[in-house]
C-alpha cells in the first residue's frame, strides 16, 4: 500500500485571502518589469523539493498498518502513514499542472534571469500524513457481535512559491484534506484516495485565483426583454478558453487616479469559436449587463 496523500483545503479564511492578496499584489508588480506583458501570459512552474517532515513518530508500513489494526480490538488508533508519501506528490502535481496561466515545466529553472520574472518554483512541505480508525461493536438479533471500523486519512501540505526570476519568496498557502472509508469493503488506502481527489483541485484553484485570465465583452448577442443573455468575449483558443470556464463581469472605472471595479454579473462560456472569441452564456446580471454595454460601459470579465 505504498501510496500517498494530498491535502488541501485553504485552512483559515482570513489566512487564505491575506496570501491571495499577496501574490497578486507581487504579480501586480513583478510582472510590470516586463514592459511588454501580454494579457494572459502563461508562466512556467518548476516543481522543486517534495519532503515529508513530520517530527512526530515514523512508523514503517508493517508497523502502521498492525496499529490501525489493532484499533478493531482497542477502539481508536491514529499514526503516521508516510507509505502515501507518493500518492501525495501526484496529487501536488496535478494540481500545479491544471493552473490556467501555468505549465508545469520540465527544464531547469534559471535563477536570477529577468526573462524569468513570473515563473515559479514550488517546494512542497508535507508536514502531515495521519492514518486513522475507529471501531464499533454491536450485537445483531440473535446475539452475535460485530465490529465496524472506520478508516480515516488525513493530509497537510505547505507550497512555498519562489520567483524564479527575483529570487523571493512570493506566498506559502497550506492546504489541508481528509477522506474516510467505512463501507463494507473499507479499507486505509481507500480512505486516502477519497481524501486525495480534493487536494489537486484546491491547488489549482489557489494559483487559479492569483492569476486569473482575463478577457472583454467586445458584443451583445441574443436579448430577452430587458435581459442580456448572451455576449462574445475576446477570449479563445489561444489563450486557454474553454466550454464551461465561468467568469464575472466587472464595470470598470478610474477614481481618482486608481482602477476601481465593480462586479454586475457573471457569465459561462458555452462555445470556443476562434483563437480570441467565445460565445457566452449570461448567468446572472443579465439586466445589468445589457445596460452596461448600451452605454459603452468597459467590461472586464475575469475566471473565477
Known amino acids: 500500500m505504498n501510496t500517498k496523500l494530498q491535502n488541501v483545503s485553504i485552512q483559515a479564511c482570513f489566512h487564505h485571502v491575506m496570501k491571495?492578496?499577496?501574490?497578486?499584489?507581487?504579480?501586480?508588480?513583478?510582472?510590470?518589469?516586463?514592459?511588454?506583458v501580454e494579457r494572459n501570459q502563461v508562466y512556467?512552474?518548476?516543481l522543486g523539493e517534495v519532503r515529508y517532515s513530520n517530527?512526530?513518530?515514523?512508523?514503517s508500513s508493517t508497523e502502521a498498518f498492525g496499529q490501525i489494526m489493532r484499533a478493531a480490538v482497542t477502539g481508536k488508533a491514529k499514526v503516521q502513514a508516510p507509505e502515501y508519501q507518493e500518492m501525495v506528490k501526484t496529487a501536488v502535481v496535478n494540481g500545479l499542472s491544471r493552473a490556467?496561466?501555468?505549465?508545469?515545466?520540465?527544464?531547469?529553472?534559471?535563477?536570477?534571469?529577468?526573462?524569468?520574472?513570473?515563473?515559479?518554483?514550488?517546494?512542497v512541505n508535507i508536514t502531515n500524513i495521519a492514518a486513522s480508525s475507529e471501531s464499533t461493536s454491536y450485537k445483531d438479533k440473535n446475539g452475535r457481535t460485530y465490529v465496524d471500523t472506520k478508516f480515516k486519512g488525513e493530509v497537510d501540505v505547505t507550497i512555498t512559491l519562489t520567483d524564479v526570476g527575483t529570487e523571493e519568496v512570493i506566498g506559502s498557502p497550506s492546504f489541508s484534506t481528509s477522506g474516510t472509508s467505512s463501507s463494507t469493503n473499507a479499507s486505509q488506502e481507500q480512505a486516502f484516495k477519497n481524501g486525495i481527489g480534493y487536494l489537486a483541485n484546491r491547488i489549482s484553484t489557489w494559483l487559479n485565483q492569483t492569476l486569473p485570465?482575463?478577457?472583454?465583452?467586445?458584443?451583445?448577442?441574443?436579448?430577452k426583454k430587458d435581459k442580456q443573455k448572451t455576449v462574445y468575449i475576446d477570449l479563445g483558443s489561444r489563450e486557454g478558453a474553454f466550454a464551461g470556464i465561468h467568469m464575472g463581469v466587472f464595470i470598470v472605472k478610474t477614481i481618482a487616479g486608481r482602477e476601481a471595479r465593480q462586479q454586475i454579473g457573471k457569465?459561462?462560456?458555452?462555445?470556443?469559436?476562434?483563437?480570441?472569441?467565445s460565445l457566452c452564456?449570461?448567468?446572472?446580471?443579465?439586466?445589468?449587463?445589457?445596460?452596461?454595454?448600451?452605454?459603452?460601459?468597459?467590461l472586464l470579465v475575469i475566471s473565477l
Not at 213 to 223: K, S, T, Y
Open 267 to 277: 457569465l459561462k462560456v458555452e462555445t470556443v469559436l476562434g483563437d480570441d472569441i
Open 44 to 46: 512556467n512552474i518548476f
Open 20 to 36: 491571495v492578496l499577496a501574490i497578486a499584489v507581487f504579480f501586480g508588480s513583478a510582472l510590470s518589469v516586463n514592459a511588454q
Open 281 to 298: 452564456k449570461v448567468q446572472s446580471g443579465g439586466k445589468e449587463i445589457k445596460k452596461a454595454i448600451e452605454a459603452g460601459e468597459q
Open 213 to 223: 485570465l482575463q478577457a472583454n465583452i467586445i458584443e451583445g448577442n441574443a436579448v
Open 55 to 59: 517530527p512526530n513518530e515514523r512508523l
Open 100 to 123: 490556467y496561466r501555468y505549465r508545469l515545466s520540465e527544464r531547469q529553472a534559471q535563477f536570477g534571469d529577468e526573462s524569468e520574472v513570473g515563473n515559479l518554483l514550488a517546494d
